[in-house]
């Protein structure tokens, strides 16, 4: 049986062929592509509908794109007919490392209190520089970007809506 989608994770999708044998070229939207390699199955969206692959083999190509061997796709016209599609997996299959990213795409919009400078605005995005993501914070049109730090963090209030922090002496001085 199909899950529901709200027990789902969009994973990334299908960006091509790969090869004539019914291999796919797929963008995945994960920091760490090799916490998938062991992946069993995924569901494709195929014209709305959830549909049920085993994975044969997924392998790395690029730093956000990997070769997918599906069963049961063993042409390139099947393949063809998938190109474009999202791919999901099950919530419980994501990756430690992407959970996080997914609650932290949560925040935005929420606000941010710094235990010194009270209220400094809401979190506008979250930015992903080269292994070290930043929280950008809108104050009055300014930008205040805060590495995005479990030392920093200190409570996240859903409820609120606020995220409460404890930023380096000084640092969000260097953007007022």
């Excluded at 070769?67 to 042409?75: I, P, R, Y």
């Excluded at 949560?106 to 070290?132: C, F, T």
Aim: hydrophobic content about 40%.
């Amino acid at each position: 049986m199909t899950p529901d989608k709200s027990e789902l994770h969009e994973l990334g999708y299908f960006t091509k062929l790969h090869g004539y044998k019914g291999e796919l070229t797929a963008y995945l939207d994960t920091e760490v592509l090799n916490e998938y390699g062991d992946v069993d199955s995924i569901f494709v969206e195929v014209k709305g509908q959830l549909i049920p692959y085993f994975v044969e083999s997924l392998s790395s190509k690029t730093n956000k794109t990997v070769k997918v061997k599906l069963e049961g796709v063993d042409t390139e016209d099947l393949a063809k007919s998938l190109v474009k599609a999202k791919i999901f997996i099950l919530k419980e299959d994501l990756s430690e490392t992407d959970e996080t990213r997914v609650e932290l795409r949560s925040i935005l919009g929420y606000e941010v209190i710094d235990h010194v400078k009270g209220n400094i605005g809401r979190v506008n995005q979250i930015l992903e520089l080269a292994g070290n993501p930043q929280l950008e914070i809108d104050f009055n049109g300014k930008m205040i970007l805060l590495p995005l730090h479990e030392d920093f963090i200190k409570t996240i209030d859903n409820q609120n809506k606020k995220v409460e922090i404890e930023a380096p002496e000084g640092l969000i001085d260097l953007f007022l």
